[in-house]
């Protein structure tokens, strides 16, 4: 049996990454976080760590929930299923750039690259509203670390990369072979 994974819960935080992300000019200009005007009262530090807290730690809990629900239905569903899954999931949406080594950009492969990370940094966008320059969270992170001594990095989109797990985990195809993982009962993989 594998841990029970509350799909829901991984769409919903999934929903709201995107909604946070939209949403990040529009909060940070209604408080000019950044500007002239916020300086010395904190707005920016006070926004930088809620934005790298709620979007790392929902980030990162998708991206595992995510693994455990394709490592569980290993020998019930084939990879090649999973793969297709993946890449129609993916199809017309810009995940993000590989700023650092050569690996795919796959739903999987970034789960792996945002649950090993060992520097993540959101990224900023410099705007102005009203003749006053203020900065807002553009929706990207930068993430690099070391796979097998090899460095990498990457820029990753996270609107588009939510969409893509939520795309994944909503499939009609999805569904019924993920529906009961974590069930006393779900079937066991004859894999070894």
């Known amino acids: 049996m594998s841990h029970q994974l509350d799909i829901?819960?991984?769409?919903?935080?999934?929903v709201l990454l995107q909604h946070f992300?939209?949403?990040?000019?529009a909060?940070?200009?209604d408080r000019l976080i950044g500007s002239e005007i916020d300086q010395g009262d904190g707005e920016l530090d006070e926004y930088w760590g809620w934005t790298k807290g709620i979007v790392c730690a929902y980030a990162l809990e998708c991206s595992i929930k995510f693994?455990?629900?394709?490592?569980?239905?290993?020998?019930q569903v084939e990879r090649e299923r999973f793969d297709a899954l993946d890449a129609k999931s993916r199809a017309g949406l810009n995940l993000g750039a590989v700023t650092l080594g050569s690996f795919d950009l796959t739903l999987r492969e970034l789960s792996n690259k945002i649950i090993h990370a060992t520097r993540v940094i959101p990224e900023w966008e410099n705007s102005i509203a009203d003749g006053v320059q203020f900065k807002f969270w553009r929706g990207t992170l930068s993430l690099s670390g070391d796979r097998g001594g090899q460095p990498w990095g990457l820029q990753?989109?996270?609107?588009?990369?939510a969409r893509g797990m939520q795309r994944f985990l909503s499939d009609s195809e999805s569904e019924?072979?993920?529906?009961y993982v974590g069930q006393?009962?779900?079937p066991k993989s004859d894999a070894p």
């Open 8 to 14: 829901d819960g991984i769409l919903e935080k999934l």
């Open 21 to 25: 992300a939209a949403g990040s000019r």
């Open 27 to 29: 909060y940070c200009v």
């Open 67 to 75: 693994q455990v629900l394709q490592d569980s239905t290993t020998g």
């Open 156 to 161: 990753l989109n996270i609107v588009s990369w």
């Open 176 to 179: 019924e072979a993920f529906r």
């Open 184 to 186: 006393d009962w779900f």
